[in-house]
């Protein structure tokens, strides 16, 4: 257990649906950050949240949406989906640190399969 | 914006032999770091190996280690006496101070008995 919970595991929907994405970061930290890996591909950066505010936006798409909660959990709500935004969703969390940046701590994703 | 290469899509290696994994930057930011993550069949991205630019000493964890070379922006993670639990897709990764980080597409690694 990496200390970042995603849920759902796994996912399938139908296209045109909305479906929602929850990610709790590990404890203590404050950054979290959205990635999806389509199949046997790189990950591509979504957006990040730091202490409940947009920090960076990478090319998510208008039907995409985020948001970090007050406890710091964060959600991604995808919609009118299609049969290309089947992939893998991660999570990662990151703290900060003063003493430099130790990289993320990975969620074990959400496997969203659109049919 | 920062691009991060990784030129060898496959390699192969040899159980208890050594394998290098390449891996090249692109940034004009003097403050950041550079990670290899291990994504292994599970889909568990797992990290293996960190590095602070304004380190020269080249990191170590266990059998695997880099080869930083700043100047050349490249970053090369070097994986000694190979187990089959190694065998998984690595990914390079470059992390400015407090930014995002910008993943390479992966290198997938066999490990031969």
């Known amino acids: 257990d990496s200390g970042v919970t995603q849920t759902p595991k796994h996912l399938i929907t139908a296209t045109g649906q909305r479906v929602t994405l929850r990610c709790s970061p590990r404890?203590?930290?404050?950054?979290v950050y959205w990635y999806q890996q389509s199949l046997d591909q790189g990950l591509q950066f979504l957006i990040q949240?730091?202490?409940?505010?947009?920090?960076a936006k990478g090319n998510i798409l208008e039907r995409f949406s985020a948001q970090q909660f007050p406890d710091l959990h964060s959600e991604l709500n995808l919609s009118s989906l299609e049969l290309g935004d089947s992939a893998l969703y991660f999570c990662?969390?990151?703290?900060?640190?003063?003493?430099?940046?130790?990289?993320?701590?990975f969620g074990s994703g959400t496997r969203l399969t659109v049919v | 914006a920062q691009t991060v290469t990784q030129s060898q899509p496959e390699m192969s290696v040899q159980e208890a032999e050594t394998v290098t994994l390449s891996c090249t930057y692109d940034?004009?930011?003097?403050?950041?770091?550079l990670f290899w993550y291990k994504q292994p069949p599970s889909r568990q991205m797992i990290l293996v190996i960190r590095?602070?630019?304004?380190?020269?000493q080249n990191a170590t964890e266990n059998r695997f280690s880099v080869n930083f070379q700043k100047a050349a922006k490249s970053f090369s993670l070097k994986i000694s006496d190979s187990q089959l639990g190694d065998a998984a897709m690595y990914f390079c990764?470059?992390?400015?101070?407090?930014?995002?980080?910008?993943f390479g597409d992966g290198t997938t690694l066999t490990v031969k008995p």
């Open positions: 990764a470059y992390k400015p101070n407090a930014g995002k980080s910008t």
């Open positions: 590095q602070e630019a304004y380190k020269q």
């Open positions: 949240y730091y202490n409940g505010e947009e920090r």
């Open positions: 990662a969390s990151s703290p900060r640190y003063a003493t430099g940046d130790y990289g993320y701590t």
């Open positions: 940034t004009s930011e003097s403050d950041y770091y």
């Open positions: 404890s203590g930290d404050l950054s």
